[in-house]
């Protein structure tokens, strides 16, 4: 099956689902960060394996189900885990989940992530709004254009819309959450990163890094969504330190700990887009 059958076979199977729902924004929920779905009103569940041509998420901490509802009260569809190019999927796979929400009507993409940081003042636990970023997975554009989307050249300039960092930011002032702001760099995994990788991205400008969500920002992008995207920063590197070993399951327990401050900008983001 050519992609765009795919891509229209899951969008119809979601439309059919949703009856009169019609969600404007989609959130991808990334590692332990899942218990924002558990808040959505009014929720129906659809798990990845009934949409047709989908994968099935493999990753820890993603429990592989859309979830719409209302949320800061707007209708969502919300991502309770992502496919990853290191579960051995194409980036068209990865990406297909944007895609079918362009099709469905979704105009707003929340993105989150746990990921590692570098910069000297982050701590585990803390957040960061990401203002940039710098992919080092292959491009999810590769390949014929998909005309019906966007252009075969996309301008990545603003990939991270600005009045929703601006929002973001008040809205962490009001709630007295602090937060970061920084570049996000993508790497494909699943090895985490050496203490010369960790020095290299610093060196570059990055500021957190990961395994996920520059392929799904590029492809909204090219399809004219705006886009906000934030990390839980749930291991940090420290140069000189025998305390650099980043374990799987230390991640989702950080992710865990830090989401209530991610969910309460969130809520009050959806409030005010």
Do not use: W
């Not at 009856?19 to 899942?34: E, F, M, N």
């Not at 959505?40 to 859309?66: Q, R």
């Not at 991502?79 to 989940?97: A, D, K, S």
């Not at 929340?110 to 960061?128: E, H, I």
Request: no cysteine; hydrophobic share 40%; glycine share 12%.
């Amino acid at each position: 099956m050519e992609y765009m059958e795919i891509i229209n076979a899951a969008a119809e199977y979601l439309r059919e689902q949703l009856g009169d729902r019609k969600p404007d924004t989609g959130i991808i929920l990334g590692s332990g960060l899942g218990d924002l779905a558990d808040m959505i009103e009014d929720a129906l569940v659809i798990p990845y394996g009934t949409v047709p041509g989908f994968p099935v998420s493999t990753a820890i901490g993603h429990k592989g189900n859309f979830i719409i509802g209302r949320l800061g009260g707007r209708e969502v569809i919300a991502m309770q885990g992502r496919f990853h190019y290191y579960e051995g999927y194409t980036m068209n796979q990865v990406t297909l989940p944007v895609r079918v929400m362009k099709k469905i009507g979704v105009k707003n993409l929340f993105v989150s992530n746990a990921a590692g940081g570098m910069k000297p003042d982050f701590n585990v636990g803390d957040l960061m709004i990401i203002s940039d970023h710098i992919g080092m997975t292959p491009n999810p554009l590769i390949g014929p254009n998909l005309e019906e989307f966007g252009p075969r050249f996309p301008d990545m300039t603003a990939a991270y819309d600005h009045e929703f960092i601006s929002l973001a930011e008040g809205i962490a002032e009001k709630l007295g959450i602090q937060v970061h702001k920084g570049v996000y760099v993508a790497l494909t995994g699943p090895t985490y990163e050496t203490p010369a990788e960790y020095r290299f991205f610093r060196i570059v400008g990055g500021d957190a890094v990961g395994m996920s969500t520059v392929p799904e920002v590029i492809v909204a992008r090219h399809s004219g969504m705006k886009v906000f995207g934030m990390s839980v920063i749930t291991d940090v590197f420290r140069e000189g330190s025998d305390e650099n070993g980043t374990d799987e399951q230390e991640v989702i327990v950080a992710a865990k700990k830090a989401s209530e401050k991610m969910i309460a900008i969130f809520m009050e983001m959806l409030k005010k887009i």
